[in-house]
T-cell receptor, first 123, second 111 residues
Framework: SAVISQKPSRDICQRGTSLTIQCQVDSQVTMMFWYRQQPGQSLTLIATANQGSEATYESGFVIDKFPISRPNLTFSTLTVSNMSPEDSSIYLC????????????????????FGEGSRLTVL | EDQVTQSPEALRLQEGESSSLNCSYTVSGLRGLFWYRQDPGKGPEFLFTLYSAGEEKEKERLKATLTKKESFLHITAPKPEDSATYLCAVQASGSARQLTFGSGTQLTVLP
């Protein structure tokens, strides 16, 4: 298992400002994932952060709005830029469980460990 | 487009009252279906992975089952500490790693 620490746990921000969320993992991982969980809605993947290369963004999310850094195998940051009230959400960092075989077939890569999340409120 | 629908949105049970949560899915080739538990103010916690129809997994009072169209999370004799939001997610065989999550079922078990 992996232990994931996120900072800040919550913050209240003014419209037009930017906030950087930090994610620290207690072990080296290849990929780190950033999710958004809006009130009453499901988790949505923002991007996948790879060490040594640019992050891969999902449809609807762009680097200018959500720049990501991945300086090493245990750390990543997500910045929410030029915030508006619509960005009020919980932002979650996650990593995969180790790869391997389960029942003779490749283990699906959906067994994730999540941080406790960063709850942002934009006024 | 992959879709996951969970029902009911909320469920209140008395302690000891068994029930089931439903996860209906549409996916272009299922690679895996995942159940997570999320407590208030916490990130989701992984519970189960199911790969193919007919498969079952158990953990304490929870049992997850899978058919070609849906998955059930059966809760037997629940306790108040089972209160949480239960999330279902699917991964399509054609996707590298992206999960599609449902909106969850908020379970409350009353003492």
């Amino acid at each position: 298992s992996a232990v994931i620490s996120q900072k800040p746990s919550r913050d209240i921000c003014q419209r037009g400002t930017s906030l950087t969320i930090q994610c620290q993992v207690d072990s080296q991982v290849t990929m780190m994932f950033w999710y958004r969980q809006q009130p009453g809605q499901s988790l949505t993947l923002i991007a996948t952060a790879n060490q040594g290369s640019e992050a891969t963004y999902e449809s609807g999310f762009v680097i200018d709005k959500f720049p990501i850094s991945r300086p090493n195998l245990t750390f990543s940051t997500l910045t929410v830029s030029n915030m508006s009230p619509e960005d009020s959400s919980i932002y979650l960092c996650s990593v995969e469980d180790g790869s391997g075989l389960a029942g003779g077939r490749p283990r699906a890569t959906g067994e994730l460990f999540f941080g406790e999340g960063s709850r942002l409120t934009v006024l | 487009e992959d879709q996951v629908t969970q029902s009911p949105e909320a469920l209140r049970l008395q302690e000891g009252e068994s029930s089931s949560l439903n996860c209906s899915y549409t996916v272009s080739g299922l690679r895996g279906l995942f159940w997570y538990r999320q407590d208030p103010g916490k990130g989701p916690e992984f519970l189960f992975t199911l790969y193919s129809a007919g498969e079952e997994k158990e953990k304490e009072r929870l049992k997850a089952t899978l058919t070609k169209k849906e998955s059930f999370l059966h809760i037997t004799a629940p306790k108040p500490e089972d209160s949480a939001t239960y999330l279902c997610a699917v991964q399509a065989s054609g996707s590298a790693r992206q999960l599609t999550f449902g909106s969850g079922t908020q379970l409350t078990v009353l003492p």
